[in-house]
């Protein structure tokens, strides 16, 4: 999910683990190559917040994102804590100036 001038993934599994914090990588988006920034956010009241953000752009969030929320609609913060312990967390894909370009038209 775009967010301004970066990119916003729920991150779990064995695929975060390849990622090198701060390192620039090529992205391919939209039919273009961009470059980006990964950050590997694991404070639990930041992957809240960054959750909240991608869950008002894909409702549909929560499908995959199986970490319980209360009738608040926040998510519940025993297993939050839990899921961020076992190697979840939001990945911040930094983007650079090449983004412009893969960006237009599209909403965000």
Known sequence: ????????????GR???????GHVVRLH???????????LVRD??????????IRAANPSLDRFVRI????????ERGPLRGAIAHGFCV?????????QHAWAGYPT
Request: glycine share 12%; proline share 9%.
């Open 44 to 53: 639990p009241e930041e992957v809240e917040q960054l959750l909240a953000v």
């Open 29 to 39: 988006l939209r039919g273009h190559d961009v470059d980006a920034r990964p950050e």
């Open 1 to 12: 999910m775009a967010d301004g001038a970066v990119l916003l993934t729920p991150g779990g």
């Open 15 to 21: 695929w975060t683990e390849n990622i090198r914090e």
């Open 91 to 99: 990945v911040v894909w930094h983007l650079g100036q090449s983004w």
């Open 68 to 75: 319980p929320t209360g009738p608040d609609g926040a998510y």
